[in-house]
């Protein structure tokens, strides 16, 4: 719920609090028949489920997608993880798989992926197609990280972009074009031909007044804004990443599970004040998050801004 009633809790408290769950939350999703195995990007969230996970399985099968270097440079060499997901491998002794996505497997895959997703989608899907294929080799269940973002505020540039408005109205459109910048509406017919009957009547800022409208006469302050921006993206861009998730795992008879989408969690996220996961700065450094990485890593060493209150509770499990 978008106004939830907060929590009666101070920041350490509240860190404190998330731990608990968190950890309650992995050794749930760690019930099972089967042999289960996590993901291990190198960041934070998938990192600390892993942490917690190999305490109760030893030797816990860990995967980690990679890109084959050798015809990049520069900028793009930050993209790829193994660096750092070996680093936690060997710090939680996991048995460590990587798979290496070479030039031409993406065009290799492309038919197989389309079919078991269907329709366009939010989401890395051939790097998710190919690691659940791996993966799948291995175990039959695996964890994976999703969700942290979404409920504590892992983007900060999206939320920031439109937040300080102080008009409802203004705020929806500009936040549309925000999100509806890939293809227009009026492109979007001839986009989507083999079913254009179907969609004569779609229109992108519906959806967007459907989400969040309902919600206008709760809106009184920028903190509002920025919360309503993590609400939308929670019951659109999360949904979105998880179809993809469920679909490109399923293809390969995998499960996935997602530790932070606790219904605890979850709950305990939509109380926690804005404070808990944004600085909300006044002086906000502005990017563009279709740039190369290397500019969301300057955002944060700037800021340390986004998931404040992950960032300190998992400390425990992540350097």
């Not at 750092?84 to 065009?107: C, I, N, W």
């Not at 936040?175 to 229109?203: A, G, S, T, V």
């Amino acid at each position: 719920d978008f106004c939830s009633k907060k929590i009666n809790l101070n920041f350490d408290e509240a860190c404190q609090k998330f731990k608990y769950l968190f950890d309650r939350s992995v050794k749930r999703q760690l019930v099972s028949d089967v042999e289960i195995g996590s993901y291990l990007s190198g960041g934070i969230d998938s990192g600390s489920i892993t942490s917690v996970a190999s305490k109760y399985i030893d030797k816990l099968k860990s995967f980690t997608c990679g890109f084959d270097l050798e015809q990049v440079s520069n900028l793009e060499l930050n993209y790829d993880e193994r660096k750092s997901a070996r680093k936690m491998s060997s710090l939680f002794q996991t048995q460590h798989y990587e798979s290496v996505l070479k030039p031409g497997d993406m065009e290799r895959i492309i038919p197989k992926l389309s079919w078991h997703l269907e329709e366009p989608r939010i989401g890395q899907s051939y790097p998710n197609f190919h690691i659940a294929n791996y993966a799948s080799k291995f175990v039959k269940v695996v964890l994976s990280g999703t969700g942290g973002d979404e409920l504590f505020g892992g983007y900060p540039w999206r939320y920031y972009l439109k937040g300080n408005q102080g008009n409802f109205s203004k705020f929806l459109d500009d936040y549309h074009n925000y999100w509806q910048r890939l293809i227009k509406n009026k492109d979007i017919l001839n986009f989507m031909m083999p079913i254009k009957k179907e969609i004569k009547d779609y229109d992108t800022s519906l959806l967007f007044k459907n989400v969040i409208s309902k919600h206008s006469d709760k809106v009184s302050s920028n903190d509002d804004y920025i919360n309503l921006s993590l609400y939308f993206e929670c019951k659109t861009f999360l949904h979105s990443l998880l179809i993809v998730e469920d679909k490109l795992s399923m293809a390969h008879s995998l499960e996935t599970r997602y530790p932070f989408l606790d219904n605890d969690i979850v709950d305990f996220a939509m109380k926690c004040p804005l404070k808990f996961k944004l600085k909300n700065l006044k002086n906000f450094i502005s990017i563009d998050e279709n740039e190369f990485r290397n500019k969301q890593d300057l955002f944060f060493l700037k800021t340390n801004d986004g998931k404040k209150l992950l960032r300190k509770s998992l400390l425990k499990y992540v350097p």
